[in-house]
């Protein structure tokens, strides 16, 4: 079971992928186009150019993740607008963004203390 921890890094990438790549492609936009180590454990989450899928993938230190997500009905609307390619998110951030709400709308209390 994959589960989000709140000191685990997750990056949401601006722009869209093709997702026709797999495991290897996708570890290759990581290493090539963001200049990240996929094998780092950080989970980096794309989306592709007609906005109705959602990938996330992950290293957990044993293997791979690479989950694929896609809305039965409309397109998710809402994806991170930023003039950076790479956009930090919260775990809480990224349910959101898989049910389709709008981040940059969203405002939650400050971190009491900051996790490393």
């Not at 809480?92 to 969203?106: C, F, K, Q, S, W």
Request: charged share 20%; net charge positive.
């Amino acid at each position: 079971m994959l589960q989000l921890t709140p000191h685990m890094k997750i990056y949401a990438v601006r722009d869209p992928i093709s997702f026709r790549n797999r495991f290897d492609g996708t570890a290759a936009v990581c290493r090539n186009v963001h200049q990240m180590d996929p094998y780092a454990g950080s989970l980096f989450v794309f989306i592709n150019r007609c906005r109705t899928m959602m990938r996330c993938y992950l290293f957990d230190g044993m293997g791979e993740w690479l989950c694929d997500y896609r809305i039965a009905q409309g397109t998710f609307r809402h994806w991170v607008k930023s003039d950076d390619l790479l956009v930090t998110l919260q775990p809480h951030l990224l349910y959101l963004l898989l049910r389709g709400g709008d981040p940059a709308i969203v405002t939650t209390p400050p971190e009491w203390k900051k996790l490393t």
